[in-house]
């Protein structure tokens, strides 16, 4: 099947609310963002969400979320639930990003439980997984990752799996400058579908995205997303700039 590439920014911890704003107002004034076969999405502090739902409306540009809690609601300070994403805008939200892993001590067993409660949820989640630059050079980044997407996706039912967007960002590119060769992600990516194949089966491998993450920017960004695995990017700095986001989304678009 023909998968819809994905192009989703992960603006991490930038912009107040009035930056988000002007942002969105910029993005639009550019033209259509997106077109029939590439979606775009923004995934912003959870804080910005609401004010920008109401910009974003009937633009094709979906709105996510970096991190949620696993619980419904309860006594739980300073957490936010995936329904409460879902009610303030948000159709996506990231799990398991390496930087919520190395600076918030998020386990595989907590990031098992995130995925298995955006599942159950109008949320449709991306993935992270990527192995570090010492894995890499020791020719382990397959193990790695595939251990990685083993722990979050236990007791994933299919139907979950088929939302799912897998997002590969091996550690040592992102922020770095550094992006992976086209190469490297492209058999990345076919690894993850085929690991995500022998979990679940080859409807549940095709229907799943699989997104490369790590310093793309508008040169990168055709290259790394051509080939037939890859299914779009994750873009983490080259997102704050709506004129480079807007390159980024053409130069994938106008190419697929
Ligand atoms: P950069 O694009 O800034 O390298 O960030 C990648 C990333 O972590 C996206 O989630």
Known sequence: MTRRKLIAGNWKMHKTTAQAIQFANELLSRGAVGSAKTEVCLCVPSVHLYALAGIFEGSGVKLGAQNVYYEDEGAYTGEISCGMLAGAGAGYVIVGHSERRALFAETD???????????????????CVGENLEQREAGAERQAV?????????????????????????????????????????????????????????????????IYGGSVDPVTAHDIVSGADVDGALVGGASLKPDVFFDIVNSVSNHT
């Open 109 to 127: 067993d907590i990031i098992n439980k995130k995925l298995l409660a955006v599942c159950s949820s109008p949320l449709n989640p991306i993935l």
């Open 146 to 210: 595939g251990d990685q997407l083993e722990a979050a996706l236990r007791d994933i039912g299919v139907r979950g799996v088929q939302r799912l967007t897998v997002a590969y960002e091996p550690l040592w590119a992102i922020g770095t400058g550094k992006t992976a060769l086209p190469g490297q992600a492209r058999e990345m990516c076919a690894f993850i579908r085929s690991k995500i194949e022998s979990l679940y089966d080859g409807h549940a491998a095709d229907r799943m995205r699989c």
